[in-house]
Nanobody, 116 residues
Framework: QVQLVESGGDLVQPGGSLRLSCAAS????????MSWYRQAPGKERELVAL????????TYAVSVKGRFTISRDNAANRVYLQMNSLKPEDTAVYYC?????????WGQGTQVTVSS
């Protein structure tokens, strides 16, 4: 079955950096686009970044473009989110996600808190 396990969340000061990692299993990883979403308290879950199966194309939310970078290692079945110049408004639970056959799968999430 599909499994997604995120790691790397932490408490960081504004302007700092974090790298999130997601380990995937149970499906053909390189054949599927992968996404990072986030959900802040009291807000809807939103798409942060997406990367195609081969890693050729990426898409970012306007709010993170130029600060975050999504990447993947298909040999290791992992997807990453490098987050730089973090702001307090980036505070949220970050989720790794894949959609297969009209079903969207989620990891358990990892907490990112940006605060001084």
């Amino acid at each position: 079955q599909v499994q997604l396990v995120e790691s790397g969340g932490d408490l960081v000061q504004p302007g700092g950096s974090l790298r999130l990692s997601c380990a995937a299993s149970g499906f053909s990883f390189s054949a599927n686009a992968m996404s990072w979403y986030r959900q802040a308290p009291g807000k809807e879950r939103e798409l942060v970044a997406l990367i195609t199966g081969a890693g050729v194309s990426t898409t970012y939310a306007v709010s993170v473009k130029g600060r975050f970078t999504i990447s993947r290692d298909n040999a290791a079945n992992r997807v990453y989110l490098q987050m730089n110049s973090l702001k307090p408004e980036d505070t949220a639970v970050y989720y790794c996600s894949v959609q297969r056959q009209s079903v969207r799968f989620w990891g358990q999430g990892t907490q990112v808190t940006v605060s001084s």
